[in-house]
T-cell receptor
Framework: DAGVIQSPRHEVTEMGQEVTLRCKPI?????LFWYRQTMMRGLELLIY????????DSGMPEDRFSAKMPNASFSTLKIQPSEPRDSAVYFC????????????????FGQGTRLTVV | AQTVTQSQPEMSVQEAETVTLSCTYD???????LFWYKQPPSRQMILVIR??????QNATENRFSVNFQKAAKSFSLKISDSQLGDAAMYFC????????????FGTGTSLTVIP
C-alpha cells in the first residue's frame, strides 16, 4: 500500500483565497483524522471521521474551516477564506479498528501539506 | 478529555548512549493504547512503538523500548545505542479503545544526538 497520500505537499496562497487540502487514506481504513501542526500549538485535532461520517469536529477553529469525506478513499479540508494565521502543516492520518479479528489502532500519517497564507 | 504530558521540551544524548523520554497521561479508562511517534525534519510522522494497556509486558522494537507503568499513568521511551538518525521530535500519544477512538498527542520532545 502507498500509505496515506496528501496533496499538495506545499501550498502558498493569498489571504482571502479558498484553499483545499486533499487526503487519500490507506485502503480499508475506517478512521480518518485531520490535524494541524504549528510551533505554538503543537498537533491539534481538527476533525475525524469514522466510516465517512464526521464524529467530532470540535477542533475546527472557525466556520471558515470545513471537511468532507464523500467516500472511503477521499477526504478534503477546505479553508474559505484563508488567513495568515492559518499557516501551518496540515496532516491527514488514517486508522483501522477491527473488533473480533484483532485490533489495529495505529494511526498512519501522510506527509502533510505545508500551507502558507500571505 | 484525556491529556498527555511530555515535560521535556528538549533532550540531548551522545551517540551510542542511552536516553529516556518521559510521558504521562491522564485517563479514567482502563482500555487504551499508547504510542510513541517520531517526526524527523522531513516532517513525516513515523510510528516508533505501541503499547496496549491490557498487556503487562513492556513493548520493545529493536533499540526502542518502553517502561509502561499503568498505575502511575507513565509511559517512557528508552532509546539505546543512540544513532544520528534518531534525532527528531518525539510525540507520545494516547488512544481510547472505546470512547470515540480519537488520539491525544503530547507537545513533543526534541531529541538531539551529539556525535
Amino acid at each position: 500500500d502507498a500509505g496515506v497520500i496528501q496533496s499538495p505537499r506545499h501550498e502558498v496562497t493569498e489571504m482571502g483565497q479558498e484553499v483545499t487540502l486533499r487526503c487519500k487514506p490507506i485502503s480499508g481504513h475506517d478512521y480518518l483524522f485531520w490535524y494541524r501542526q504549528t510551533m505554538m500549538r503543537g498537533l491539534e485535532l481538527l476533525i475525524y471521521f469514522n466510516n465517512n461520517v464526521p464524529i467530532d469536529d470540535s477542533g475546527m477553529p472557525e466556520d471558515r474551516f470545513s471537511a468532507k469525506m464523500p467516500n472511503a478513499s477521499f477526504s478534503t479540508l477546505k479553508i474559505q477564506p484563508s488567513e495568515p494565521r492559518d499557516s501551518a502543516v496540515y496532516f491527514c492520518a488514517s486508522s483501522l479498528i477491527r473488533t473480533g479479528g484483532g485490533l489495529h489502532p495505529t494511526a498512519f500519517f501522510g506527509q502533510g501539506t505545508r500551507l502558507t497564507v500571505v | 478529555a484525556q491529556t498527555v504530558t511530555q515535560s521535556q521540551p528538549e533532550m540531548s544524548v551522545q551517540e551510542a548512549e542511552t536516553v529516556t523520554l518521559s510521558c504521562t497521561y491522564d485517563t479514567s479508562e482502563s482500555d487504551y493504547y499508547l504510542f510513541w511517534y517520531k517526526q524527523p525534519p522531513s516532517r513525516q510522522m513515523i510510528l516508533v512503538i505501541r503499547q496496549e494497556a491490557y498487556k503487562q509486558q513492556n513493548a520493545t522494537e529493536n533499540r526502542f523500548s518502553v517502561n509502561f507503568q499503568k498505575a502511575a499513568k507513565s509511559f517512557s521511551l528508552k532509546i539505546s545505542d543512540s544513532q544520528l538518525g534518531d534525532a527528531a521530535m518525539y510525540f507520545c500519544a494516547y488512544r481510547s479503545a472505546s470512547n470515540g477512538n480519537q488520539f491525544y498527542f503530547g507537545t513533543g520532545t526534541s531529541l538531539t544526538v551529539i556525535p
